[in-house]
């Protein structure tokens, strides 16, 4: 072989070797695994890390909360999937870029430490640029997206255009071919417009996130007509199989990035 090829062939392969250590970067860390949550098929664990390009996917009882490089807290709720499509770092604390594609199912945002402008969600229905917020997203059969503002600014862009939810407790309502509707007050209709009880879990409050994760809303007025199961006498029976941290917070419901 001449030397030239044997650079060429060398370089080759050294190419190849990188791409899967690309696509194992990590992008953050699970801080809440309640049933089953796995990341690209393997089951994800409390403190597991999760890699760019990789699908994270739950249960029909799943829960799972993550923590991103920059600060940036995810929470996937029952049924869902999620792509982490892009994560480009700009230091320790910042990204340039962090995209997530959300194909079905539920899911709390709140922004890290970042620029506004380097998230991005998407979704069947169109794309969300969030602003330093907080929000619920909701993703149904035929691509059906609802998304929730609990904090802050955002917006949501369909096929018809753009609009903003700028007032706590906004929501918007999208489909891929009839595009985004105009933002109005979320009540419990929304579930009759989504055509089930089971969207939006952390508002109704028929999953419940770890304090962290919750904000002042008190569910903007949607409190769950759902019992939670119980011992007698009332005691919550606990699931043998969640994993998580013992909840070390201040009691408070707002969020301290």
Same mark, same amino acid.
């Given at each position: 072989?001449?030397?030239?090829?044997?650079?060429?062939?060398?370089?080759?392969?050294?190419?190849?070797?990188?791409?899967?250590?690309?696509?194992?970067?990590?992008?953050?860390?699970?801080?809440?695994?309640?049933?089953?949550?796995?990341?690209?098929?393997?089951?994800?664990?409390?403190?597991?890390?999760?890699?760019?390009?990789?699908?994270? +996917?739950?249960?029909? =009882?799943?829960?799972?909360?993550?923590?991103?490089?920059? $600060? #940036?807290?995810? !929470?996937?709720?029952?049924? &869902?999937?999620?792509?982490?499509?892009?994560?480009?770092?700009?230091?320790?604390?910042?990204?340039?870029?962090?995209?997530?594609?959300?194909?079905?199912?539920?899911?709390?945002?709140?922004?890290?430490?970042?620029?506004?402008?380097?998230?991005?969600?998407?979704?069947?229905?169109?794309?969300?640029?969030?602003?330093?917020?907080?929000?619920?997203?909701?993703?149904?059969?035929?691509?059906?997206?609802?998304?929730?503002?609990?904090?802050?600014?955002?917006?949501?862009?369909?096929?018809?255009?753009?609009?903003?939810?700028?007032?706590?407790?906004?929501?918007?309502?999208?489909?891929?071919?009839?595009?985004? +509707?105009?933002?109005? =007050?979320?009540?419990?209709?929304?579930?009759?417009?989504? $055509? #089930?009880?089971? !969207?939006?879990?952390?508002? &109704?409050?028929?999953?419940?996130?770890?304090?962290?994760?919750?904000?002042?809303?008190?569910?903007?007025?949607?409190?769950?007509?759902?019992?939670?199961?119980?011992?007698?006498?009332?005691?919550?029976?606990?699931?043998?199989?969640?994993?998580?941290?013992?909840?070390?917070?201040?009691?408070?419901?707002?969020?301290?990035?």
């Amino acid at each position: 072989m001449q030397p030239s090829r044997r650079i060429a062939t060398a370089a080759a392969s050294m190419m190849l070797m990188a791409v899967p250590a690309l696509a194992q970067e990590k992008v953050g860390e699970a801080t809440l695994v309640k049933t089953r949550v796995t990341g690209n098929g393997a089951v994800i664990d409390y403190m597991a890390p999760v890699h760019r390009n990789e699908r994270i +996917q739950t249960s029909k =009882t799943g829960l799972g909360e993550f923590l991103f490089r920059d $600060g #940036t807290k995810f !929470a996937v709720g029952w049924n &869902s999937s999620v792509v982490i499509d892009e994560f480009v770092f700009n230091d320790s604390k910042t990204v340039q870029k962090l995209s997530l594609n959300a194909a079905r199912g539920t899911f709390r945002w709140i922004s890290g430490q970042s620029k506004s402008s380097a998230y991005q969600i998407n979704t069947p229905a169109g794309t969300l640029g969030v602003r330093g917020t907080a929000l619920d997203i909701y993703v149904g059969a035929g691509g059906l997206t609802a998304i929730v503002l609990l904090e802050g600014a955002a917006q949501f862009c369909g096929s018809n255009g753009c609009q903003d939810l700028t007032r706590q407790c906004d929501v918007v309502v999208a489909t891929p071919s009839g595009g985004v +509707q105009s933002p109005e =007050t979320v009540n419990r209709n929304i579930f009759n417009v989504l $055509g #089930t009880p089971r !969207a939006l879990p952390f508002l &109704s409050g028929d999953q419940t996130l770890s304090r962290k994760f919750r904000r002042v809303t008190r569910g903007c007025g949607m409190s769950s007509a759902l019992q939670k199961r119980t011992e007698p006498g009332g005691a919550s029976r606990p699931d043998p199989r969640d994993r998580q941290p013992p909840d070390d917070d201040d009691g408070g419901n707002t969020f301290n990035p």
